[in-house]
């Protein structure tokens, strides 16, 4: 039986039509759709469909980065489909694991997706060294300038405002408040 396989990461706005239809014109019966990051290992859907495979079925996938993004956990999941007697095919690489070509095919595909990943994470690396290089600081912008954790401070300190009251005046939660506050006395000590 061919078992199909479709993902698409976590928050894309993406959906698996495409894949689901290639699937479908491939001939798979049985459909098995998630929702969630390629390098990730706790993907229930597929934990099924593995747990599922039987001798002489074949897992298919519309491509090879569906199944995984790490070259480790593609081997282990072809060690996997390997043990359950099925095979594996992928459609956009047209590698079939019933094969012997198709088996080398594979491996060697796997290890040109982990080297893209493994680019892509030093780039990215090197990326943010240039920039704080450069005095730029990523991640998010401080809510609260020092001027205004001041009068927070001083303002709950005084007992002009209570604490929840500033929370609410500038769109913050209250154990924020109260670290402001400690650590507005703490510099006045």
Same mark, same amino acid.
């Given at each position: 039986m061919l078992l199909g396989y479709a993902r698409v990461s976590k928050g894309d706005d993406q959906n698996n039509a495409m894949q689901i239809?290639?699937?479908?014109?491939?001939?798979c *019966?049985?459909?098995?759709?998630?929702?969630?990051?390629?390098?990730?290992?706790?993907?229930?859907?597929?934990q *099924?469909?593995?747990?599922?495979? *039987?001798?002489?079925?074949?897992?298919?996938v519309w491509k090879l980065d569906r199944?995984?993004?790490?070259?480790?956990?593609?081997?282990?999941?072809?060690?996997r489909i390997g043990n359950a007697g099925a095979g594996f095919r992928s459609i956009t690489e047209n590698i079939d694991t019933t094969t012997p070509a198709g088996r080398m095919m594979m491996q060697m595909v796997g290890a040109f997706a982990e080297f893209e990943r493994a680019m892509i994470r030093e780039r990215t690396s090197a990326g943010?060294?240039?920039?704080r290089a450069e005095g730029r600081i990523g991640g998010r912008r401080k809510k609260l300038d020092a001027a205004k954790r001041r009068e927070i401070a001083e303002s709950v300190i005084s007992g002009r405002k209570s604490g929840a009251d500033m929370? *609410?005046?500038?769109?913050?939660?209250?154990?924020?408040?109260?670290?402001?506050?400690?650590?507005?006395?703490?510099?006045?000590a």
């Open positions: 239809k290639a699937l479908k014109v491939a001939g *019966r049985r459909l098995f759709e998630e929702t969630a990051s390629g390098s990730r290992w706790d993907r229930p859907e597929l *099924r469909l593995l747990d599922q495979l *039987r001798e002489g079925d074949t897992l298919v199944l995984s993004r790490s070259l480790k956990d593609l081997l282990h999941i072809m060690e943010l060294a240039a920039a929370a *609410r005046l500038y769109g913050v939660s209250q154990p924020t408040v109260s670290r402001i506050v400690a650590a507005y006395l703490t510099n006045q």
